[in-house]
């Protein structure tokens, strides 16, 4: 048997080195190529847990370009490992383009299970969490109205990534397209000494960040539409 080569997506800490797992040390400390999106962040990260390894850089703007010599590197024999800045690579992160042409080529893929700041924030929300949809970052110029609208009827518990810049007018937007009533949960800091958890409708969250100018990471989970009101019509507007 020849000596077949893999991808392997790590994920690292959104903030705590703790939550760092042992079998993420381990892969790490075995990989031929590790993949970064900035290196200097990721040798920060490398070098806490004493891990000695070369970074080559891979982020959004030169994935296109260097996925078809990485498949190569792969089929020659090489075991390939793919971080992000922190948490999860492929969410919100470079990665997709990567794993989707391995699959093409008949590669092994593997992702360890580990840190990304979307299932926490869920679990704490204190929303159901029995369906959910992953929004990411909603588009910040086109089609975001669009999308808001769309996710108007959306009746499962939805999550999004956003800056803590546009978090206010994020909020505002919800109250504007979902109804002030709507509830949701800010989630800031996910596991950093800073970290600090809202939850209340809309609405308030909008005046509580209006008062309170947020800094750092953030999470927003928003409570999906109720059966009721969608079937009933209710829109934002009969509020
Ligand atoms: N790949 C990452 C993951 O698995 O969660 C997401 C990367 S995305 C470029 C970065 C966004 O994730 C941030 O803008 C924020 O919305 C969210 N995020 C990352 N770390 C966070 C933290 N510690 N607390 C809250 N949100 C965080």
Redesign the pocket.
């Known amino acids: 048997m020849g000596n077949f080569g893999k991808l392997i997506l790590v994920?690292t800490p959104?903030?705590?080195l703790g939550d760092i797992t042992l079998r993420a040390i381990s892969v790490l400390k075995e990989a031929d190529i590790i993949l970064a999106e900035d290196t200097r962040v990721s040798s920060r990260l490398l070098h806490h847990f004493e891990i000695d390894k070369k970074l080559w850089v891979h982020h959004k703007f030169n994935e296109h370009k260097a996925v078809g010599s990485l498949v190569s590197k792969i089929q020659e024999g090489n075991k390939v490992i793919l971080i992000?800045?922190?948490?999860?690579?492929?969410?919100?992160?470079p990665g997709f383009l990567l794993v989707r042409a391995c699959i093409e080529n008949d590669i092994e893929v593997e992702c360890l299970p580990g840190?990304?700041?979307?299932i926490?924030?869920l679990a704490v929300s204190g929303l159901p969490t029995e369906k959910f949809v992953f929004e990411?970052?909603l588009p910040q110029k086109k089609g975001r109205q669009t999308r808001l609208i769309q996710l108007s009827e959306e009746t499962r518990t939805m999550v999004?990534?956003?800056?803590p810049y546009r978090l206010v007018k994020c909020l505002s937007q919800f109250t504007e397209f979902f109804g002030k009533a709507r509830n949701a949960c800010v989630?800031?800091?996910?596991?950093?000494m800073f970290?600090e958890i809202k939850r209340g409708t809309v609405e308030e969250l909008a005046q509580y960040y209006t008062a309170n100018p947020p800094k750092?990471?953030?999470?927003?989970v928003v409570e999906g539409v109720s059966k009721e009101d969608r079937k009933s019509g209710k829109t934002a507007s009969d509020e």
Not at 84 to 93: H, M, R, V, Y
Not at 160 to 163: Q, T
Not at 187 to 192: D, F, I, M, P, T
Request: charge should be negative; hydrophobic fraction near 30%.
């Open positions: 994920p959104i903030g705590n992000s800045d922190a948490g999860t690579p492929g969410i919100s992160d840190p990304t700041a979307l926490p924030a990411g970052f999004f990534y956003e800056s989630c800031r800091e996910l596991s950093k970290e750092g990471e953030i999470v927003i």
